[in-house]
């Protein structure tokens, strides 16, 4: 059964840092990809990052340049650090397997994020 527990959220100012972390089980993790979702209430959920098993990375446009997705295959975690954020960024966060698009219905509580202006 998979597993996925973020955490590392919090509430910031606009310009400031966070680094999200999810420890995920269930799987072999350090054969499949990973990435990261966010939700706002009452908006679909979207797609923000993914890392492939070999370490490639993928972003969405609104985050490019700004966040970084990492793994530690030791650790079964994968991270988002979140650098520059903005107002727009708020959002739960969530991550589960899969590049761009999440490979399994199950989902984690995820993590709020707030960025105030």
């Known amino acids: 059964q998979v597993q996925l527990a973020e955490s590392g959220g919090g509430l910031v100012q606009a310009g400031e840092s966070l680094r999200l972390s999810c420890v995920a089980s269930?799987?072999?993790?350090?054969?499949?990809?990973m990435g990261w979702y966010r939700q706002v209430p009452g908006k679909q959920r979207e797609w923000v990052a993914g890392?492939?098993?070999?370490?490639?990375?993928n972003y969405a446009d609104s985050v490019k340049g700004r966040f970084t997705i990492s793994r530690d295959n030791t650790k079964n975690t994968v991270y988002l650090q979140m650098n520059s954020l903005k107002p727009e960024d708020t959002a739960v966060y969530y991550c589960?397997?899969?590049?761009?698009?999440?490979?399994?219905?199950?989902w984690g509580q995820g993590t709020q994020v707030t960025v105030s202006s």
């Open positions: 890392i492939s098993s070999g370490g490639g990375t």
């Open positions: 269930g799987r072999i993790f350090w054969l499949n990809d």
């Open positions: 589960n397997f899969g590049l761009t698009t999440p490979k399994f219905d199950s």
